[in-house]
């Protein structure tokens, strides 16, 4: 349409008409905006001008929106498996193990992934438990970035036949020049691992097996041979004991089989009217263990006086049996009553038990000395079915890395061994393997050792692999593959086979193993087939037999060892260092694990990090004060953190922290105590004078998750002892009356028809071991949040273990507590949500409708126990949190029965709300009424000790409804008159 | 004999009616003044900050607070109850004047209620960015939805949203409604048609007709006995937000009575700042006599008392209760402890300083009412901070029992609500009157002459 123009002045109606004269060049082309914004008429958008901007606008609305939401897949199965339904679980039993770790497990597969690790019941060594490692132990399985992918040759990806053929050239060319190889590896427990290994060095003569652990048992064993003439672990009953006595092994942390011996402990501290017998247990230990913590009496000494007592205890026992006393050292009255304890010991007749944590073959032949005149060897000690730990030979290790820097090893091969990290000498080793024609690693993961070696063959993931093992002896266990292999990887036992020639493969040969070794052993079933797939399914085999045999010791050696004892203790002068398993990282193999490393340390409550601990004397006395980073040896530097209940004068470091190539979890966290390790006359005792230490004068800060430990003279947790027990049963426990007898309120009490839910915890069984805050972190999809945030006091765990101190700072008592939601029938949280997001069920379960929450954080405040969490942030697929729930792979191990949280809304512990529900269809398909203890919520499945009970008050005979009218239940913060739904038992002391 | 009182004049000066209403008008008619371009500049920088802080808390999520998992409520609520408080005073001063027929506050009123309207707007924010998921902020809406979902009626956070919103919409519309006369008096006053319009909009072509006059102040007086219950229920239930819950040192009966009276002294002291500003900016100081700020000293005085009081009485309380809890609470982390600073600041500034009006030559002095007008309002923001943070740090089990460090995030919305309430009050000085020009022509004569009562004596 044209337009009249109107002109006002000549020279306007000119330049209008003769654009040329303005000098513009007509012929250049429009740009777009010039298109858009309409040359021939600039005056007023025309119809034509509306459609192209909306042209332009739908195109680039169209195109942006494209940009957003990339389309995620669900493929479904083309064909499906036919035992699989997709939504429904199913559970394979397996082994989890890694040197001296052992844990006979289930595992939970849905849709084809494990998502669950939990104790196999059937095994009658854990009957069920387990411990936080092998619960955290699933998480590695999809840890993409520390889990090699495939093999590699100096670094570079390689085919498995490429790598198959240069290595198998490579040994047949240094078996023909008559070179020696070595299989460096931790202690096997597979005895079919054990047999391949011998069947390939029948074959190959030249291969050398150096078995080493990082945290040896190896004294022990020498002990008894140099006492028995046998080379056993002992398998300990702490069950039948009724005296135990330990110089400084954390038997229910860190030491031998924790999970087993807490099982056993429990036993022994569960106490009820009917039997109201315990243990009495007393611990000499130089650092704050969990074991000490749980002790009756905690006597606390430095390393070398340890030694000193367990020398002078000795000769006590000597003397009060009426021998001559060469042990030569006694100890004051006013130190201890060293003589009423060994007359304790004596009197026990045969029903104490005295374990040492050293790895000290004089101080472990001592033990086995008191252990015999007490009788114990036989009752509450055996050398028969001994536990296979512990088979490294330091010395020969020693001699190894000699000779492999003198240039004697052709070929090295590690297996599940990483020594340049947990050795001092691992530099020197890192060179010497350089040297080498041949250094295969067959790590799974990133580790220093393999990254010093020339091929990297990963290993599969234990839950891709086929094994077996054999902890005690006659106790089997096997080990099933319940994924296809995620990463191009291979089990070593594979390669092996592979190498040695043989088209077998490892599952053949375990298969072969147990059919031809094992089923001639039982005469349950018939045939091979139907022995090994019920092997299979239980998971384990378990030869009964248990032989009683006649104990003849030989005491020859002990006035050497107690002349070798008080000449350690002569040079013991100044400050002393102990070295001690971290109870999450033990021997660092599963540092990039973030559930483990944000697991707080029940002892301390530090996450993240390990440290220098040191007592409250010793850091005034320095001027010391927490985070200060002191240096020690001139080797590492670490900060210090006060811990009252470590001795004065002494140091207390970790193991497991400080790697340098196991992923970015773990890497340059903490500092590498192994390197302060040293060796001693063939051992490494993890114990030592400390050479020299000095402040750098710079700070550090620990993530805690608990900083203040009084209990404010608060009835939290409530303690009496075994006399006061036998006296009353509610000794310590008067509150409760009191508040039954007081309560008052406006509101009517809840009215539950069908299921109550509760749970019982026995506080004189927990041990505070920390198993089920990882599994529960497992089972509900709880968040890593990173050392940051735990220092922010943000931590997610929907369980805690709370610590308090009594007494002194010098010996203080220490109290465990866990605490979850306590499903409050009187919950303060529920009514002050504005929107009804946190209700009651009909059932008693306090829940949180996670969609309706807008996040006031009202219930959190109002919570009295503090057990809510809030979603600060998006805590996955946010980089912010690069852990297991920032990529796909990462993902895989959540849970589908439970949701993800969103950011911005309050999450708790739930009861595990799915497995009841779980449970009630299971029941109801099969037209039943539930059971007691069909119902497990995590936390309760993998307690080790069985303190945790689960179960419905409204049914008569249940376990929770007989535990809660137990004279020793109490609830937390009863006056406040919330009625919780989970209720604890006293603690009482055997003192 | 007894001495008679002589009432002093309202407004000094001897002012005719056209001197009031062109003084009155300055602000509006003129062009702003340096100080104001500049202020309201920083003004606007806060906010800016504000928003930087508002959107990190919006996109990042609430973990950019200095909130842990013992502490779910930190500066958020502590601002949010002390805008609230602040908040108290416009509507307490109208309904002072409206109900209470105080007709000194008549100059006053129309300040405090803007800074009523803009405190109240401020303290809002808190509630909405507080949750953590404020995209869904409708929820606490007793909306009618295909769901079936209803918000839970126990819940003191619900009746706080029903009472904020009541508040913020009663104060606007008295604040606005006391204005009409004055907008048409600009309306007619002005010569820019664009302000004409706009002011002869909101003035709804208010005439100034007798008939007007009897309907307006009828609607007034009516409105200011509606607000009045208003001005107590608001933070009262404020209050109730801890009241309810079960925490030492929340759980008291005391905290409605004694947040109310807080309430009314925080919002009192910021009317005594900004009074004091105004009369610096503007020639006002014959309606805003040394009459008026000695009144507002003397409540402060006595607001000062009752705070003490409360303290005093919370303390007893505690004590004799027997509760360890509240125990610890009180003498442990707040007289003693973690929080005795912030504690000792709070009574200082709220307990102590304020005693010094006992003195007339305090009152009468400009420097000393800035002063202790500022400390009031410090010290009460402290008082929130005590009450909240020292309940929730340290509460019942104390191995949850954490340190609260506020963030720049936190600082920054804090800030940016400060930007907010000044380019809100600096808008107000623009455009509207700063003094009720209506109210004040009225009681201009009050005073001048001598009224003697107790004519008996």
């Not at chain 2, 104390?398 to 400060?418: A, H, L």
Request: net charge neutral.
């Amino acid at each position: 349409m044209k337009k009249t123009t109107y002109w006002k002045s000549l020279e306007e109606l000119q330049q209008s008409t003769s654009p040329a004269s303005s000098g513009e060049d007509l012929t250049s082309t429009p740009t777009p905006i010039e298109i858009l914004s309409n040359n021939e008429n600039d005056k007023a958008s025309s119809r034509r001008d509306f459609l192209k901007w909306c042209g332009i606008s739908f195109f680039s609305a169209t195109v942006l929106s494209a940009c957003e939401n990339p389309v995620k897949k669900a493929i479904p199965y083309l064909t499906q498996p036919e035992e699989l339904t997709p939504g429904k679980a199913a559970w394979y039993a397996t082994t989890y193990q890694h040197g001296n770790e052992y844990c006979p497990v289930v595992v939970k597969n849905r849709d084809g992934r494990p998502i669950k690790i939990e104790g196999n019941e059937l095994s009658s060594l854990t009957t069920g438990g387990s411990s936080a490692r092998a619960q955290a132990s699933l998480l590695g399985l999809y840890d993409d970035g520390a889990r090699y992918h495939h093999p590699l040759k100096n670094g570079n990806k390689i085919s498995w036949e490429q790598a198959d053929y240069e290595i198998i050239n490579k040994l047949r060319d240094i078996s023909a020049n008559g070179g020696r190889a070595a299989l460096v590896t931790s202690t096997l427990l597979s005895p079919a691992t054990q047999q391949l290994i011998s069947h390939v060095q029948n074959m190959h003569p030249e291969l050398e097996v150096i078995t080493w652990d990082a945290i040896s048992y190896e004294a022990t064993r020498k002990a008894h041979i140099r006492f028995f003439g046998e080379n056993v672990f002992p398998q300990y009953h702490f069950n039948k004991a009724k005296l135990i006595v330990s110089f400084g092994a954390d038997f229910l942390g860190t030491w031998a089989a924790p999970a087993i011996y807490a099982k056993q402990y429990a036993e022994t501290r569960k106490i009820s009217k009917d039997s109201p017998h315990m243990s009495r247990h007393i611990q000499f230990e130089s650092y704050v263990s969990l074991t000490g913590a749980n002790a009756d009496t905690r006597i606390v000494l430095k390393p070398s006086d340890e030694k000193r007592f367990l020398l002078a205890l000795y000769g006590e026992m000597l003397r009060q049996t009426g021998q001559d006393d060469y042990a030569g050292t006694t100890i004051s009255d006013a130190e201890f009553d060293l003589k009423q304890l060994a007359s304790d010991i004596l009197e026990a007749n045969g029903y104490s038990l005295v374990v040492c944590g050293y790895n000290d073959p004089n101080c472990q032949l001592l033990t086995c000395a008191i252990n015999q005149m007490a009788g114990n060897y036989g009752k509450t000690v055996a050398i028969d079915n001994q536990l296979m730990i512990g088979q490294a030979n330091e010395e020969s290790f020693g001699s190894f890395i000699d000779e492999l820097r003198s240039g004697a090893y052709s070929a090295v091969m590690f297996y599940n061994s990483n020594p340049v990290y947990q050795h001092p000498k691992g530099e020197l080793i890192s060179e010497a393997l350089k040297t080498l024609t041949l250094s295969i690693s067959f790590s799974g993961t990133r580790d220093e050792t393999a990254e010093a070696c020339d091929f990297i063959l990963p290993d599969n993931h234990y839950l891709e692999s086929w094994n077996d093992a054999m902890f005690k002896e006659g106790c089997y266990s096997l080990a099933q593959p319940v994924i296809h292999p995620i990463f191009n990887t291979r089990q070593m036992q594979d390669s092996l086979l592979k190498w040695t020639g043989s088209d077998m493969d490892f599952h053949a040969f375990v298969r072969n193993f147990w059919t031809e070794r094992l089923y001639p052993l039982q005469t349950e079933y018939g045939d091979t087939q139907g022995f090994w797939l019920n092997s299979l399914q239980k998971g384990i085999f378990e030869r009964k037999a248990e032989t009683t045999r006649l104990y003849n010791a030989n005491y020859q050696g002990l006035p050497i060892a107690a002349d070798a004892i008080r000449q350690l203790i002569s040079q013991a002068d100044g400050t002393e260092l102990v070295i001690y398993p971290h109870l999450a990282m033990h021997d660092g193999h599963m540092a990039n694990n973030p559930w483990l490393q944000e697991m707080p340390d029940p002892i301390t409550s530090v996450t993240w990090d390990n440290f220098i601990a040191i007592s409250p004397a010793f850091a005034s006395k320095h001027q010391l004060r927490d985070g200060d980073v002191i240096r020690l040896h001139e080797k590492v530097e670490a900060p210090v953190l006060i811990q009252p209940g470590i001795a004065d004068e002494c140091m207390a470091v970790s193991t497991g922290y400080g790697r340098t190539n196991a992923g970015k979890v773990a890497d340059n966290r903490g500092y590498n105590a192994f390197m302060l390790t040293g060796v001693k006359n063939n051992f490494r005792p993890f114990s030592d004078v400390l050479a020299s230490w000095e402040k750098t004068g710079s700070g550090f800060q620990f993530a805690r998750t608990q900083t203040h430990f009084s209990m404010e003279g608060r009835a939290i947790v409530r303690e009496s002892t075994l006399d006061n027990y036998k006296l009353d049963p509610a000794a310590g426990n008067e509150l409760h009356a009191y508040h039954e007898k007081h309560k008052l309120t406006l509101y009517p009490e809840n009215i539950y028809e069908g299921h109550h839910w509760a749970l019982m915890i026995d506080l004189n069984a927990c041990t505070g071991c920390s198993t089920c805050v990882i599994s529960c972190q497992s089972e509900n999809n709880v968040p890593v949040v990173g050392k940051d945030e735990v220092r922010r006091r943000r931590i997610m765990h929907w369980m805690r273990i709370d610590r308090y101190y009594n007494g002194t700072a010098d010996n203080p008592g220490i109290v465990f507590q866990p605490v979850m939601c306590m499903h409050c029938d009187h919950a303060p949280c529920e009514n002050v949500c504005p929107v009804s997001a946190t209700t009651h069920s009909a059932e008693g379960i306090n829940q949180i409708t996670y969609n309706r929450c807008v996040g006031t954080k009202y219930c959190i405040n109002n919570c009295p126990y503090k057990v809510r969490r809030f979603n600060w942030f998006a805590y996955a697929d946010n980089n912010r949190f690069d852990y297991h729930m920032n990529s796909d792979m990462g993902r895989m191990v959540l849970n589908p029965d439970v949701t993800v949280r969103e950011r911005g809304v309050v999450e708790k512990c739930s009861f595990c709300v799915q497995r009841i529900q779980d449970g009630k269809l299971k029941a109801k398909k099969e037209r039943r009424h539930l059971n007691d203890g069909d119902i497990v919520p995590a936390c309760v499945q993998s307690c080790p000790s069985g303190a945790l009970v689960f179960g419905d008050l409204n049914q008569k005979d249940s376990r929770v409804a007989r535990l809660i009218k137990d004279a020793r239940n109490y609830h937390l913060l009863e006056e406040l008159h919330t009625l919780p739904s989970v209720g604890y038992l006293t603690k009482i002391r055997n003192r | 004999m007894i001495s008679s009182n002589i009432s002093q004049p309202l407004v000094t000066g001897q002012k005719q009616y056209g001197d009031i209403t062109r003084e009155l008008l300055e602000n509006t008619e003129g062009r702003p003044p340096l100080w104001w371009l500049i202020a309201f500049g920083l003004g606007c920088l806060a906010l800016a900050f504000g928003g930087w802080a508002f959107y990190m808390s919006l996109s990042q999520g609430l973990g950019t607070w200095g909130l842990t998992n013992s502490v779910g409520w930190g500066w958020d609520i502590i601002n949010f109850v002390w805008w609230i408080g602040i908040g108290h005073a416009g509507t307490a001063f109208t309904i002072f004047f409206l109900v209470f027929r105080q007709k000194w506050a008549g100059s006053i009123n129309r300040s405090a209620e803007a800074m009523t309207v803009f405190a109240v707007m401020c303290a809002g924010l808190f509630p909405l960015i507080h949750m953590g998921r404020p995209w869904l902020a409708f929820f606490i809406l007793p909306y009618p939805n295909t769901r079936l979902l209803w918000v839970n009626f126990n819940s003191p956070l619900f009746w706080d949203v029903l009472a904020i919103s009541t508040y913020l919409i009663m104060s606007v519309t008295l604040w606005y409604l006391g204005m009409v006369p004055d907008l048409a008096t600009i309306r007619d006053r002005t010569k820019n048609k664009f302000k004409r319009t706009i002011y002869g909009i909101f003035s709804l072509g208010w005439n100034g007709s007798l008939y007007a006059y009897n309907r307006y102040e009828t609607l007034l007086k009516l409105l200011g006995g509606l607000a009045a219950p208003l001005v107590i229920s608001v933070h009262t239930i404020v209050a109730l937000d801890f009241a309810i819950s079960v925490l030492p040192g929340w759980h008291a009966t005391i905290l409605p009575p004694y947040f109310f009276v807080g309430a009314i002294f925080s919002g009192f002291a910021m009317v005594l700042t900004i009074m004091i500003l105004m009369r610096k900016a503007f020639n006002i100081s014959d309606y805003i006599t040394w009459k008026h700020l000695d009144n507002i000293a003397l409540v402060l005085k006595y607001g000062s008392l009752v705070i003490g009081l409360a303290y005093g009485i919370e303390l007893f309380i505690a004590w004799y209760s027997g509760v360890d809890y509240e125990m610890y609470t009180f003498f442990n982390a707040r007289v003693s402890g973690s929080f005795s600073t912030a504690f000792w600041i709070m009574v200082s500034c709220n307990a102590i300083v304020p005693q010094i009006f006992w003195f007339r030559k305090a009152r009468q002095s400009i420097v000393v009412l800035f002063i202790v007008s500022i400390l009031i309002n410090v010290g009460m923001w402290f008082e929130r901070f005590v009450i909240l943070i020292s309940s929730l740090a340290e509460d019942f089990l104390p191995s949850s029992w954490t340190s609260y460090q506020p963030t720049i995030v936190d600082i920054g919305i804090f800030v940016g609500t400060f930007g907010l309430f000044t380019v809100g009050m600096l808008l107000f000085i623009k455009f509207i009157p700063i003094i009720a020009i209506n109210e004040v022509k009225p009681i201009s004569k009050e005073g001048q002459r001598v009224t003697i009562k107790n004519e008996k004596a």
